[in-house]
């Protein structure tokens, strides 16, 4: 049953394909989490200038257009949760998307986009809606692509989680064992040791790094373990550029999960231009987690 004293999942929608597979995937986690689902559609359209302001008639078809989009975003959210008493809300807002999903994800459980978008006016272009809102909001934002993977075949592969060590790397992990117990599937911890995809290193040397980096990957999991003992756990160690790893493995996963930002292996992924190129190639639906 929803609850709606419960933060709840925002998913924007623009009519595309890419924003109604958010959809689907929102529904589906917030029936997992029996939280409130909200819908939201921008038909806010350029500044014409003082010349040209559009006239009632324009904004009323295009309240109705964003309630047309609503209706039918609204029935694929119920058709990808069914069974789920799902507390849905949708809403047409005139407001520009990106400060608005930067400005409600204050209080929001997470917030859904598509990986792009199309429309008129160009009001939900999500590839730069996506890259907005991963870069400053203030929960985390999961960016779906061409396929929401909620289908059976899909949703029984396990989270992938990026592990670097750093502080940051915990509110990934955390909201990583809780989507895969929630989901009832496996995890898979991923940590990368080197920027460099190989090291000119003897053979004792990379055995101790090695070693090493495998005590750290172990330490950064400690605890989870008790938490979740009905969660599988896959430790995944590569000496490999960060973002090709997560690729190669994101094909045999669900879901990939990243921290907002990192440190070693991992610092130049999240959010800098090879995390941007990271959010639109992964072809699985992804979760950037911010360390606030």
Known sequence: MGNSAAPQIIAAVDGSASSYEAVAWAAVDAALH????RILTSV???DFGPDRTL?????????????RILVEAASLARHAAPGAELELATEVIFASIIPTLILRSAQARMLVVGSRGVGAFHRGLLGSVSTAVAHHAHCPVAVIHGDSAIDPESASKPILVGVDGSG????????????????????????????????????SGWEAARESE?????????????????????RVLKLDRPVRALLDE?????????????RGGFA??????TSNALLHTVECPMIVVRNS
């Open 34 to 37: 029996r939280c409130p689902l």
């Open 44 to 46: 806010a359209v350029p």
């Open 55 to 67: 006239s009632e008639a324009d904004v009323e078809w295009l309240r109705r257009d964003g309630e």
């Open 168 to 203: 940051n790397s915990v509110p990934a992990i955390e909201l990583a064992f809780e989507e895969a117990s929630r989901r009832k599937v496996g995890l898979t911890a991923l940590h990368t040791w080197s920027d460099a995809s190989s090291v000119d290193l003897p053979h």
């Open 214 to 234: 495998q005590a750290l990957l172990a330490e950064n999991l400690a605890g989870y373990r008790d938490r979740y003992p009905e969660v599988p756990v896959q």
């Open 250 to 262: 994101s094909a045999n996963a669900q879901l990939v999960v990243v921290g907002s930002r990192g």
């Open 268 to 273: 130049s992924m999240v959010l800098g231009s």
